[in-house]
């Protein structure tokens, strides 16, 4: 049944061979390239993985599944959803159908940002994440759509839009700031902020820690450093830190 995937015999041989001709058997793995699984990589924030059902998770991936000509109905589509984690990233989800030898698997890529908006009526869905960025690296050529790993859809089918940055407070100063992306659909258009957190790192930072010493023991500097296990990165300012030497 070419229908069907599975494992079939296929026999040689019968009446009227000849003594010296044996009867034999092959096994055949017939693979129907009419069963098929469709299935898109989908967005999904860190707030909603917890709450997503199997019928979501088909959902957001504009999953469909046929046998033949006939298609199959998403009920009757299995998913496994136990990859997908809370933290930004991406996993791995596995579509199925059938069971055994006859069970043909389709995995996609779920990724798990921060941020969302969808507009269901203007078919556009807007995903991105929230960016940490070293003031150095801020200037007018900076590209927050990398940055964010922003990415725009349709709703409808998945099919994916331009995203364009329509506005940004950023500038390249220690501090936290917002970029405003927009992606458009035809004549209708949406937009998507995102939390930017702009960092220096030219602050120096210097790690010690309390210690003891034998008060005949002639403290040097070196040994100092080394007694109380100090770590430092260096800046463009100045830093003090005090730490208590107990004799």
Same mark, same amino acid.
């Given at each position: 049944?070419?229908? /069907?995937?599975?494992?079939?015999? @296929?026999?040689?041989?019968? !009446?009227?061979?000849?003594?010296?001709?044996?009867?034999?058997?092959?096994?055949?793995?017939?693979?129907?390239?009419?069963?098929?699984?469709?299935?898109?990589?989908?967005?999904?924030?860190?707030?909603? &993985?917890? =709450?997503?059902? $199997?019928?979501?998770?088909?959902?957001?991936?504009?999953?469909?599944? #046929?046998?033949? #000509?006939? !298609?199959?109905?998403?009920?009757? @589509?299995?998913?496994? +959803?136990?990859?997908?984690?809370?933290?930004?990233?991406?996993?791995?989800?596995?579509? #199925? @159908?059938? *069971?055994?030898?006859?069970? @043909?698997? *389709?995995?996609?890529?779920?990724?798990?940002?921060?941020?969302?908006?969808?507009?269901?009526?203007?078919?556009?869905?807007?995903?991105?994440?929230?960016?940490?960025?070293?003031? =150095?690296?801020? !200037?007018?050529?900076?590209?927050?759509?990398?940055?964010?790993?922003?990415?725009?859809?349709?709703? #409808?089918?998945?099919? $994916?839009?331009?995203?364009?940055?329509? =506005?940004?407070?950023?500038?390249?100063?220690?501090?936290?700031?917002?970029?405003?992306?927009?992606?458009?659909?035809?004549?209708?258009? !949406?937009?998507?902020?995102?939390?930017?957190?702009?960092?220096? =790192?030219?602050?120096?930072?210097?790690?010690?820690?309390?210690?003891?010493? $034998?008060?005949?023991? &002639?403290?040097?500097?070196?040994?100092?450093?080394?007694?109380?296990?100090?770590?430092?990165?260096?800046?463009?300012?100045?830093?003090? +830190?005090? /730490?208590?030497?107990?004799?």
């Amino acid at each position: 049944n070419t229908d /069907c995937i599975d494992s079939y015999i @296929i026999e040689y041989g019968g !009446t009227g061979f000849a003594v010296n001709e044996t009867e034999s058997k092959q096994e055949v793995v017939v693979n129907a390239t009419g069963n098929t699984i469709t299935a898109k990589d989908f967005y999904v924030t860190k707030d909603e &993985v917890s =709450s997503l059902t $199997p019928s979501d998770v088909k959902d957001l991936a504009h999953v469909t599944a #046929s046998n033949g #000509s006939t !298609t199959i109905d998403k009920a009757d @589509i299995a998913v496994d +959803t136990s990859k997908i984690g809370t933290i930004k990233g991406e996993y791995d989800v596995t579509f #199925s @159908i059938g *069971k055994g030898k006859k069970k @043909i698997d *389709k995995i996609v890529t779920a990724t798990v940002v921060d941020n969302k908006t969808v507009d269901a009526v203007k078919d556009i869905a807007i995903f991105a994440n929230d960016i940490t960025i070293d003031k =150095s690296l801020v !200037t007018d050529t900076t590209d927050y759509v990398a940055l964010g790993n922003a990415v725009g859809q349709k709703v #409808s089918d998945g099919s $994916p839009l331009t995203v364009t940055v329509d =506005s940004k407070t950023v500038v390249a100063v220690a501090g936290d700031y917002t970029v405003t992306y927009k992606v458009t659909n035809g004549t209708e258009s !949406t937009t998507l902020t995102v939390a930017v957190h702009v960092t220096d =790192s030219t602050t120096p930072t210097i790690n010690a820690h309390d210690f003891l010493i $034998p008060k005949e023991d &002639v403290l040097t500097a070196d040994k100092a450093k080394d007694y109380a296990d100090v770590e430092g990165t260096k800046g463009g300012k100045c830093i003090l +830190t005090l /730490c208590f030497v107990t004799l």
